[in-house]
Every structure is written in C-alpha cells, then in structure tokens.
C-alpha cells in the first residue's frame, strides 16, 4: 500500500533553514508528482510547490520563491523539501502529498504523510 | 495567487443534505476541470474526498459529490452523518501550474 513517512519535529531559530523528508513506499516514486503543503497552527491549507520526481522539475508558488528548494533522491524513493531563511510565521505542519493520477500535477493528492511539525522561535 | 472563496461555515442536522461552494476565477476554477475537494478532523492529515470536479477516490462514500458551474464549484453531502463533522477545503490547478486551496469551511452536525 502507499505509505508516505515524513522526517521528526523540528525546532529551528528565525533566520536557519529547515530540511523535511518524505521517504515513499508501495508504489512508482517517478511516477506521480509530489506536493508539499503547510498549515499554520488553526489555519487553513497552503500549497507550496510540486516536484516531478522523474526528471526533477519544480514548481513552486509565489510566496515562496527563492526561499523553497523541492528535491528528490529516486534511488531511496525521497522527497526534500528545504526552506530557508525562516521568521515565526513559518511555524505550521509541512505536509508532503502525492498526485492521485500519475504523470499529472494537479489531478488531486490523494496520500499525504503524517506531517512535520516545524517550530520557529528564538 | 488569492485564495479560493469558501464559506467560512456551514451546518445541517442528521440526515440532511449541506452544499459547500468554492469560488475562483477563469484562470482557475472555471478553467480546468482539476477541482478537488478534502475533509480534514482535527489533527489528522487532510482526505481527498472529490477529484476532478466531481469523481470520488476508492473508498470515499457515495454521499458525497461534486459540480461546477463556470468560477463556482460545489461539494454536496447527502444525509448528514456525525462523523463528516470536520474542515473541507477546496482546491484547484491553476494558469500557472499551481494549485490554489480555498480558505476552508467548517462543517458543523447539529
């Protein structure tokens, strides 16, 4: 079965960067595009970005260009996803989402990881 | 990119039927048929309950369905159960290969 594991909570202090992992079984890594998404503590969904993780292409959403770097490792089926730069505002639960359909970016995620619990504070 | 428009709750008893909405624009709810919709219960990960506008993962319950209508898509629960009792967000493939999410709505059983 598709099982998405996620990497441990983690503290981190304003201005340093955070690297969160997503390690996928029961299925084609490369052959569904992945999704990270965040929540802010009672807020709602925020789409970051999606990774191809067969050639490696990105695209991510406005707010976070140039702080985001999506990446992928096929030999171990895991996906990265690094922000930099962090303030408190980015304190939230990071997600990792897999497409539904393969080869398509937007067809809905329809497995997602238990979450990664990101705090910032000094 | 703004954020899909959603009521920010709606309520139904037992039984009932409730309708959430999703409202976009042209650039991306009224023009790609990758609307989605997921429930999400407190402090769990998020479910996809509808894909594609309207076509429901194995598993999901055929209470629950999907429309669009030009900018506006909508999610209909039919005979309201304690359990749908959770947030729903919609999303949907925009222009510019993102993916917007609406702000959620809270979804209340009576």
């Known amino acids: 079965q598709v099982q998405l594991v996620q990497s441990g909570a983690e503290v981190k202090k304003p201005g340093a960067s955070v690297k969160v992992s997503c390690k996928a079984s029961?299925?084609?890594?490369?052959?569904?595009?992945m999704h990270w998404v965040r929540q802010a503590p009672g807020q709602g969904l925020e789409w970051m970005g999606w990774i191809n993780p067969n050639s490696g292409g990105t695209n991510y959403a406005q707010k976070f260009q140039g702080r985001v770097t999506m990446t992928r490792d096929t030999s171990i089926s895991t996906a990265y996803m690094e922000l930099s730069r962090l303030r408190s505002d980015d304190t939230a639960v990071y997600y990792c989402a897999r497409d539904l359909i393969p080869a398509i970016a937007a067809a809905g995620t329809g497995y997602w990881g238990q979450g990664t619990l990101v705090t910032v504070s000094s | 990119q703004s954020a899909l428009t959603q009521p920010a709750s709606v309520s139904g008893s037992p039984g009932q039927s409730i309708t959430i909405s999703c409202t976009g624009t042209s650039s991306d709810v009224g023009g790609y048929n990758y609307v989605s919709w997921y429930q999400q219960h407190p402090g769990k990960a998020p479910k996809l309950m509808i894909y594609?506008?309207?076509n429901r993962p194995s598993g999901v319950s055929n209470r629950f369905s999907g429309s669009k209508s030009g900018n506006t898509a909508s999610l209909t629960i039919s005979g309201l159960q304690a359990e749908d009792e959770a947030d729903y967000y919609c999303?949907?493939?925009?222009?510019?290969?993102?993916?917007?999410f609406g702000g959620g709505t809270k979804l209340t059983v009576l």
């Open positions: 594609e506008v309207s």
């Open positions: 999303s949907s493939y925009t222009s510019s290969s993102h993916v917007v």
């Open positions: 029961g299925y084609t890594f490369t052959g569904y595009y």
